[in-house]
């Protein structure tokens, strides 16, 4: 089992920054696909990025790319999204997740390519 808890949400005003981080812990998982969800009132859980085990490859929603950067320790067994000039529509509660999965786009894009969940934390941006 891996347990996965999210921190760094907030409120900040439309054109900040801030930084989630995700720390793991149980199981190692310095090998898993890690990302970060996000979910909206009223809307589905969706993707925002990918980082593969070696870091060498990510990926991002075409919503974030340019403005968000996935990136991760495994050492301290911890992944994080740093989100710069945040838009009101990034507002959501944001997750992190992970699966020994391989890197593959089909997948790692999709709520159901994951099988370990961290709790969410709220990110608020205001206009």
């Known amino acids: 089992q891996v347990q996965l ?22 199981q190692t998982s310095s090998n898993y696909v890690k990302a970060w969800f996000r979910q909206a009132p009223g809307k589905e859980r969706e993707f925002v990025a990918a980082i593969s085990w070696s870091a060498i490859s990510t990926y991002y929603a075409d919503s974030v790319k340019g403005r968000f950067t996935v990136s991760r320790d ?8 740093q989100m710069n000039s945040l838009k009101p529509e990034d507002t959501a509660v944001y997750y992190c997740a992970a699966d020994p999965t391989s890197w593959d786009t089909k997948v790692i894009l999709s709520v159901s390519g994951y099988a370990y969940w961290g709790q969410g934390t709220q990110v608020t941006v205001s206009s």
Not at 74 to 81: E, G, I, P
Request: proline residues 0%.
């Open 5 to 26: 808890v999210e921190s760094g949400g907030g409120l900040v005003q439309a054109g900040g920054s801030l930084r989630l981080s995700c720390a793991a812990s149980g």
């Open 74 to 81: 495994n050492a301290k067994n911890t992944v994080y999204l």
